[in-house]
T-cell receptor
């Protein structure tokens, strides 16, 4: 069965520091992979996605992620975080079923930024 | 701006009293999804529509139903809400079956 693991429930970094959020997936075929961000009380906003091709994917807000098939990972990175990056981050794997794409999400990583 | 709109943003209902949540979209997307997100948990897909075709997840409780009267609107009906149904309900749309999903802001449901 498809699954996503985000090992870190909560991460705290200082403003200006680099960030890496981990994501591991389990899926038999080539996955569609996503990172979403959710601010408190809000919906989900897509940061970036990987379908195929270049394994280093650039997203919005200065985020990037690297797909590593050998490690079944899709880690999210940002070289220098801003206070506005504080939010919940969800990694998801997508697969096609019954006429639509089903997303299976990880448990999320809550990011806190220290001033 | 084209968007996904959910009304109301906050809904309070009583135990066992039917409630309907609304989602509308100006994106003219073919697919609409409903997710349930309980506190500090990941969103979980309840069901989706591909055009008029309805697809229910196997573990979605019978208490939950959905209607899509036209391309723009989709409703989530909870027939007899229990305390365990308190959650954020997220609506999402995608242009086609493989497309990126765009999420609305969600409706937070409280059951008293």
């Amino acid at each position: 069965a498809q699954s996503v693991t985000q090992p870190d429930i909560h991460i705290t970094v200082s403003e200006g520091a680099s960030l890496e959020l981990r994501c591991n997936y389990s899926y038999g075929a080539t996955p569609y992979l996503f990172w979403y961000v959710q601010s408190p009380g809000q919906g989900l906003q897509l940061l970036l996605k990987y379908f195929s091709g270049d394994t280093l994917v650039q997203g919005i807000k200065g985020f990037e992620a690297e797909f590593k098939r050998s490690q079944s990972s899709f880690n999210l990175r940002k070289p220098s975080v801003h206070w506005s990056d504080a939010a919940e981050y969800f990694c998801a794997v997508g697969f096609l079923i019954q006429g639509a794409q089903k997303l299976v999400f990880g448990q999320g990583t809550r990011l806190t930024i220290n001033p | 701006d084209a968007m996904v709109i959910q009304n109301p943003r906050y809904q309070v209902t009583q135990f066992g009293k039917p409630v309907t949540l609304s989602c509308s979209q100006t994106l003219n997307h073919n697919v609409m999804y409903w997710y349930q997100q309980k506190s500090s948990q990941a969103p979980k897909l309840l069901f989706h529509y591909y055009d008029k075709d309805f697809n229910n997840e196997a573990d979605t409780p019978d208490n939950f139903q959905s209607r899509r009267p036209n391309t723009s609107f989709c409703f989530l009906d909870i027939r007899s809400p229990g305390l365990g149904d308190a959650a954020m309900y997220l609506c999402a749309t995608s242009r086609d079956r493989a497309g990126e999903q765009f999420f609305g802001p969600g409706t937070r449901l409280t059951v008293l």
